[in-house]
């Protein structure tokens, strides 16, 4: 069983969890070779109001939610808030990383990484306007300011917002193969194409 948690929170920017939600529960749910589990955790099992008003309620909350493989922090302006040193989320971030998760963020998600300690002398990305705060939480960060995500082994960040989806597509490619990563791509219809 693959176990696959995304953090929620008050502010937190939708797309930054609603891309990976999608891409990996299409994995899960018509894909995936072996059991994949997704889940939305949050502070409480209370609803969470995003950044743009959408309400969400999260399944669990990371504290007794035993191993987990994959957990994703996303951004948004919510993310300020989760920066204060000692933070019990801090805490739980780098229990999960020591236990083997492979610890992820979406846009200024990886602020929260940062604050956290788990950036420390890593390559990086993180939205595009707010490299200034990473390095600022943590000089040591290399900034990839042009990647759509890095992948450092046990901590992979995307930039912003709809880079989150690549990002998952990766992580699907990296757990299960690029054969099941481009069956979630097609099924998902993920053919970026701007008009603008």
Same mark, same amino acid.
């Given at each position: 069983?693959?176990?696959?948690?995304?953090?929620?929170?008050? +502010?937190?920017?939708?797309?930054?969890?609603?891309?990976?939600?999608?891409?990996?529960?299409?994995?899960?749910?018509?894909?995936?070779?072996?059991?994949?589990?997704?889940?939305?955790?949050?502070?409480?099992?209370?609803?969470?109001?995003?950044?743009?008003?959408? $309400? #969400?309620?999260?399944?669990?909350?990371? @504290? +007794?939610?035993?191993?987990?493989?994959?957990?994703? #922090?996303?951004?948004?302006?919510?993310? $300020?808030?989760?920066?204060?040193?000692?933070?019990?989320?801090?805490?739980?971030?780098?229990?999960?990383? @020591?236990?083997?998760?492979?610890?992820?963020?979406?846009?200024?998600?990886?602020?929260?990484?940062?604050?956290?300690?788990?950036?420390?002398? $890593?390559?990086?990305?993180?939205?595009?306007?707010?490299?200034? @705060?990473?390095?600022?939480?943590? @000089?040591?960060?290399?900034?990839? $300011?042009?990647?759509?995500?890095?992948?450092? +082994?046990?901590? #992979?960040?995307?930039?912003?917002?709809?880079? +989150?989806?690549?990002?998952?597509?990766?992580?699907?490619?990296?757990?299960?193969?690029?054969?099941?990563?481009?069956?979630?791509?097609?099924?998902?219809?993920?053919?970026?194409?701007?008009?603008?």
């Amino acid at each position: 069983m693959v176990r696959i948690a995304i953090l929620v929170f008050d +502010g937190a920017e939708e797309l930054d969890f609603v891309g990976p939600w999608e891409v990996l529960s299409f994995w899960a749910r018509e894909v995936a070779s072996e059991p994949v589990e997704v889940m939305l955790v949050g502070p409480s099992t209370e609803p969470v109001v995003c950044a743009k008003g959408l $309400r #969400v309620l999260p399944d669990r909350t990371l @504290e +007794g939610i035993g191993a987990l493989d994959v957990l994703l #922090v996303p951004g948004g302006s919510g993310t $300020r808030a989760l920066l204060t040193l000692g933070d019990p989320l801090h805490v739980a971030l780098r229990s999960h990383a @020591e236990a083997g998760a492979l610890i992820t963020s979406v846009c200024t998600g990886s602020l929260v990484l940062a604050a956290a300690g788990l950036l420390r002398n $890593r390559p990086a990305t993180t939205y595009w306007s707010c490299f200034a @705060e990473l390095l600022a939480l943590d @000089e040591t960060v290399e900034p990839r $300011r042009d990647d759509r995500f890095v992948d450092d +082994g046990d901590v #992979v960040t995307a930039a912003g917002v709809s880079a +989150g989806i690549d990002m998952a597509l990766h992580l699907v490619r990296r757990i299960a193969g690029v054969e099941q990563a481009r069956a979630v791509r097609r099924g998902i219809q993920y053919d970026p194409e701007p008009p603008v």
